[in-house]
């Protein structure tokens, strides 16, 4: 089964005592005690954001790992890769994180992985990165279009609401034909793919909203998409 769990923001980077989330990634992994691998190439593979996740992690039941391009210690990254049961990416420079994969390969790697049955997760930057395109603000000030991998279709937009001007950017270049259709969501949220199809919406708050949004007529239409809270 090919996975990928889209997180508009959450998980153990911004939800360090809230393990809603990232206890949902794990259950859907194809073994009891899966393999994890954190992808931080948007930050730069920052070290404290990878000693967060391998703390955070190392209470659950799996075996957490990293993979760095900034400082490699692997001898076949595709090996590396395809072994893991999930890929979890980390936030920061969208633009950046798909340009150094694209020179190391790891975007065709990652496709392999997907067929394989390996599950795609991140938030923010590491969930925009699966789609077509999305809303990004990697290109300087303001929110531009950028182009993703393609394994989920459409367009995407995390922090729909929890950072000032998405929701507008969103909606104003789906409307002009400058993004495709696409499902926007909060903090808090993830959609779950499941064959390049949305299969389930679930959120680590109660408050916490996904949208389907469709340019119709030169305008653009959302939709609220009902989550399921996973806090009861």
């Not at 769990?5 to 989330?21: K, Q, R, T, V």
Request: include cysteine; glycine fraction near 12%.
């Amino acid at each position: 089964m090919r996975q990928v769990i889209a997180m508009g923001g959450g998980g153990f980077s911004m939800e360090p005592d809230n393990p809603l989330l990232d206890r949902y990634v794990l259950a859907q992994a194809r073994r009891d005690s899966p393999r994890v691998c954190f992808i931080p190439t948007a930050s730069g593979d920052s070290e404290g954001y990878i000693g967060r996740f391998h703390e955070h992690f190392r209470a659950h039941p799996c075996v957490p790992t990293h993979l760095s391009l900034f400082k490699p210690d692997f001898d076949d990254l595709a090996g590396f890769i395809l072994e893991q049961d999930v890929v979890y990416v980390g936030g920061g420079n969208t633009r950046n994180l798909l340009a150094l994969w694209r020179e190391w390969g790891l975007d065709a790697i990652l496709r392999r992985a997907f067929d394989a049955g390996t599950v795609l997760a991140g938030l923010s930057a590491g969930s925009i990165c699966w789609f077509q395109q999305g809303l990004s603000d990697s290109f300087g000030p303001g929110w531009s279009p950028i182009t993703g991998l393609g394994i989920v279709p459409g367009s995407h937009c995390p922090h729909y609401h929890d950072e000032p001007g998405r929701r507008e950017a969103y909606q104003r270049l789906i409307a002009a034909g400058g993004l495709l259709d696409g499902v926007a969501a909060d903090d808090g949220i993830a959609l779950h793919y499941i064959e390049s199809g949305l299969a389930k919406v679930v959120s680590s708050r109660p408050d916490a909203g996904a949208y389907t949004v469709s340019r119709v007529d030169g305008s653009a239409v959302e939709r609220r998409l009902q989550p399921e809270y996973l806090g009861h």
